[in-house]
């Protein structure tokens, strides 16, 4: 099956520092990912839609300065966390959409746990 | 709503091989996955199933049946270090904005 690599799973890093995570679609082109947000035992939320070769869609109270989303090429989006804070501290996900618009499927990353300091 | 099944608890000897079972009720099913939690820690990443079958990786398998809302985790060779929390979730909706975890199974290895 159509597998999406994430990377890092996880990363600790000090406050004030930034933190790339990358979502690569490995066997198929994704035009489109998605990058959620996962608090423990919590509902996954729905950050932003990435599609590639322009501006990601960002939900309502997310910050876009806060959560730089890139997707440059149609097998990799990268989620960057700028001036990360303890309260960042979470659980991060990625999915990448495959196959035409009549038959899309959704395949996930494995997550990132970042732990701020 | 998703309604989301698992046993509460399961023992089981070292060595020996388990079968955590987790049943489903959705729409818009798009995968399930299945972590490993320990007492204080974050759930770690253990298996994603999206489409039917066995997937295999070392001492884990997980099954999926879409059509019958189940699936099982498989605990082979099992380790004392295996004792913790065993979860599983579901996501549905048309970009996956639904993802709930169900009860999860506390598993104690014993010696």
């Known amino acids: 099956g159509a597998v999406v690599s994430q990377h890092p799973s996880r990363v600790i890093c000090k406050s004030g520092t930034s933190v790339k995570i990358e979502c690569r679609s490995l066997?198929?082109?994704?035009?489109?990912m998605f990058w959620y947000r996962q608090f423990p035992k919590k509902s996954l939320m729905l950050m932003a839609t990435s599609n590639e070769g322009s501006k990601a869609t960002y939900e309502q109270g997310v910050e876009k300065d806060k959560f730089l989303i890139n997707h440059a090429s149609l097998t990799l989006s990268t989620l960057t966390v700028t001036s990360a804070h303890p309260e960042d501290s979470s659980f991060y996900i990625c999915?990448?959409?495959?196959?035409?618009?009549?038959?899309?499927?959704?395949?996930f990353g494995s997550g990132t746990q970042l732990s701020v300091l | 709503g998703q309604n989301i099944d698992q046993p509460t608890e399961m023992t089981a000897t070292e060595g020996a091989i388990v079968q955590i079972n987790c049943t489903y009720q959705?729409?818009?099913?798009?995968?399930l996955f299945w972590y490993q939690q320990h007492a204080g820690e974050a759930p770690t990443f253990l298996s994603y199933n999206v489409l039917d079958g066995l997937e295999e990786k070392g001492r884990f398998s997980s099954f999926l049946s879409r059509s019958k809302g189940y699936s099982y985790l498989l605990l082979k060779e099992l380790q004392m270090k295996d004792s913790a929390s065993y979860l599983c979730?579901?996501?549905?909706?048309?970009?996956?904005?639904?993802?709930?975890f169900g009860p999860g199974t506390r598993l104690s290895v014993l010696p």
């Open positions: 999915s990448a959409l495959q196959g035409p618009a009549t038959n899309e499927k959704l395949f």
């Open positions: 066997d198929f082109q994704a035009t489109t």
């Open positions: 959705t729409s818009g099913f798009n995968g």
């Open positions: 979730a579901v996501i549905s909706g048309n970009y996956g904005q639904n993802f709930v």
